[in-house]
C-alpha cells in the first residue's frame, strides 16, 4: 500500500512492521509540509518507521513541527540519510532513536535566518525571534549529540558542514553506512529542489555545490526591499522566465553575436525572482498578524506562495 501526497514526500509499505516515510524535498514551501506527515503518521501503529531524509531544510515551524511528531510517536524511528540533511531538515533527523549517513552523505547546520519588513522595533522583534529559535534548534542537537550548548552555537553561526565520518564522531548521527548512490537515482530526486534553498547557503563545499548545481558562497535569501528592486527590474512580479528556453542570442550594436545565455543562466534568473516572490509575500504576512491574527496570516502566505501568486 502506497500513499502518496506531494512531489517527494510518501509513505510505503503502510502495513508492514516497518513502514517508510521519504523526505526527498525542502520542509515548507513548494515541498513537504508538517500536516502532511503528521496525519499518516497518526495512523501507524508499527513497531518501527523509517524514515529516508534527504533535504536542503526550510521553514523551521514546519520542521520542529515534523521532529516533535516523530519523538513523539511510540514507534522506534529509524533515519537514514544517503545524501543531505541541511538546516532544519538536520533537526528532523535528530529525532532518530538511530541515525545513519551513507558514506557520501553530509549534514549541515546555521543559524535561523529570515526577512521581514517594518520599522526599527518590528526587526528588532525579529532579531529576537531568531534567537529563540535558535535556542530551541540548539536544545535539539544538544539533546542527540550531548555536546555543550556553546559549542554547537559556535558551529550553527560558523554553517557547519559534516560528513557523515564526522557526524558520527560529533554525535550528529549513530553510524556510517558503505555504500554508493547512483547517479540516475540522484537526479531523480535532485529535480524536486536543485538550486532552490542551496543557493541561500553560503559556505557550501565545493565537492557538495557541484553534486547539486549549486554556488558556493552563495548569496542569502533577499530582503523584502531586494525583493523589490529585483522585481520592479525585472517588470513582472513572480513571473516565472520561459523553462523551455535554451539558447538566446545576444546583437551587439556591431551585429557580432556576443557570448550565448544558456539555461542555467535563465534558470538562475528565475530562482532569483522566485525567491523576491516569496520573501516579500512572507513580509507582508507578518504585518498582516496584528489584523488577522498569526495563523490567517501564515495560511494566507503559504497558499499565495504554493499558488505561485504573486505578493499583489
Not at 555536546?147 to 550528529?172: H, N, P, Q, R, Y
Not at 547512483?182 to 563545499?205: C, E, G, T, W, Y
Amino acid at each position: 500500500m502506497t500513499q502518496q501526497t506531494k512531489r517527494w514526500f510518501n509513505f510505503k509499505n503502510l502495513s508492514s512492521d516497518m513502514p517508510v516515510l521519504d523526505i526527498f524535498d525542502e520542509i515548507g514551501g513548494w515541498g513537504t509540509w508538517a500536516s502532511d506527515v503528521i496525519e499518516v503518521l497518526d495512523s501507524i501503529t508499527a513497531p518501527q518507521i523509517k524514515v529516508r531524509l534527504y533535504s536542503p531544510g526550510g521553514y523551521i515551524d514546519e520542521g520542529m513541527q515534523i521532529y516533535n511528531a516523530l519523538r513523539r510517536h511510540p514507534a522506534r524511528v529509524l533515519i537514514e540519510i544517503d545524501s543531505q540533511a541541511a538546516s532544519i531538515a538536520s533537526v528532523i533527523a535528530m529525532a532518530g532513536d538511530e541515525i545513519r549517513m551513507a558514506d557520501t552523505a553530509f549534514m549541515m547546520i546555521h543559524d535561523p535566518w529570515s526577512g521581514v519588513m517594518g520599522d526599527a522595533q518590528e526587526m528588532r522583534k525579529q532579531a529576537d525571534v531568531l534567537d529563540q529559535l535558535k535556542a530551541a534548534i540548539v536544545l535539539a542537537y544538544a539533546k542527540r549529540t550531548g555536546l555543550e550548548a556553546s559549542k554547537i552555537e559556535d558551529m550553527m553561526k560558523a554553517e557547519t558542514w559534516m560528513i557523515a565520518a564526522d557526524a558520527v564522531e560529533l554525535g550528529f548521527a549513530d553510524a556510517v553506512d558503505d555504500m554508493v548512490q547512483s547517479v540516475d537515482s540522484l537526479s531523480v530526486k535532485q529535480a524536486s529542489f536543485s538550486n532552490k534553498i542551496m543557493n541561500s547557503f553560503k559556505h557550501i563545499p565545493e565537492s557538495l555545490g557541484g553534486m547539486f548545481g549549486a554556488t558556493p558562497s552563495a548569496a542569502l535569501m533577499l530582503s523584502p526591499k531586494q525583493a523589490q528592486e529585483e522585481s520592479a527590474a525585472a517588470g513582472k512580479a513572480g513571473a516565472m522566465p520561459d523553462k523551455t528556453k535554451k539558447m538566446e542570442v545576444i546583437m551587439k550594436d556591431d551585429d557580432k553575436i556576443a557570448a550565448p545565455v544558456d539555461a542555467a543562466t535563465v534558470r538562475q534568473d528565475a530562482l532569483r525572482e522566485e525567491r523576491a516572490r516569496m520573501s516579500e509575500i512572507t513580509a507582508r504576512a507578518s504585518l498582516a498578524h496584528n489584523l488577522v491574527g498569526k495563523d490567517m496570516a501564515e495560511s494566507l502566505a503559504r497558499k499565495a506562495i504554493e499558488s505561485g501568486s504573486s505578493c499583489d
